[in-house]
């Protein structure tokens, strides 16, 4: 019996795709469900270090729900870096504007803050509605198990 580890290599990980229908789940819950597919860390062979994660399409996305007062209370802040710059904007309005937006910066969030991160967060495709163009890709149609 050896003692040494095993480590995962990129290229060696069968990445499969998966298609979720975010329509009615709550954004943070969905984030968080999402941000552990695209590290891997539902497969068995989960390696921190590499990218074993898989490719997520997420369709209905404008018709994600947060819970509470979350929807007018929840400011998303930039700064462009001049004097007077600071941009507001509610979740309300990214919703209405940018539901992609709004979805993939919740996930960056839950992401390692490095290149790794970067290049999972790649795999994640967001639309709003109920279409995409991954056919190609045969995705399964993932069912997740989230509280509403």
Not at 19 to 34: F, I, Q, W
Not at 51 to 69: C, E, H, I, M, S
């Given at each position: 019996m050896s003692d040494k580890s095993f480590m995962a290599k990129e290229?060696?990980?069968?990445?499969?795709?998966?298609?979720?229908?975010?329509?009615?789940?709550?954004?943070?819950?969905?984030?968080?469900?999402?941000?552990?597919?695209?590290?891997?860390?539902?497969k068995a062979i989960y390696t921190p270090h590499n990218?074993?994660?898989?490719?997520?399409?997420?369709?209905?996305?404008?018709?994600?729900?947060?819970?509470?007062?979350k929807l007018d209370d929840k400011l998303y802040v930039r700064y462009s870096g001049y004097i007077g710059g600071l941009k507001q904007t509610t979740a309300r309005d990214l919703l209405e504007r940018k539901p992609r937006d709004l979805l993939m910066h919740a996930v960056r969030g839950m992401l390692p803050k490095n290149s790794l991160g970067r290049r999972q967060l790649k795999k994640l495709k967001v639309y709003a509605g109920p279409e995409h163009p991954h056919s190609a890709q045969k995705p399964e149609k993932l069912d997740l198990k989230i509280r509403t």
């Open positions: 290229n060696e990980v069968d990445k499969k795709w998966f298609v979720v229908d975010a329509a009615g789940l709550v954004v943070g819950r969905l984030a968080s469900e999402l941000a552990n597919r695209l590290r891997g860390k539902t990218d074993v994660g898989d490719f997520v399409v997420v369709v209905n996305a404008d018709k994600v729900r947060f819970t509470g007062r």
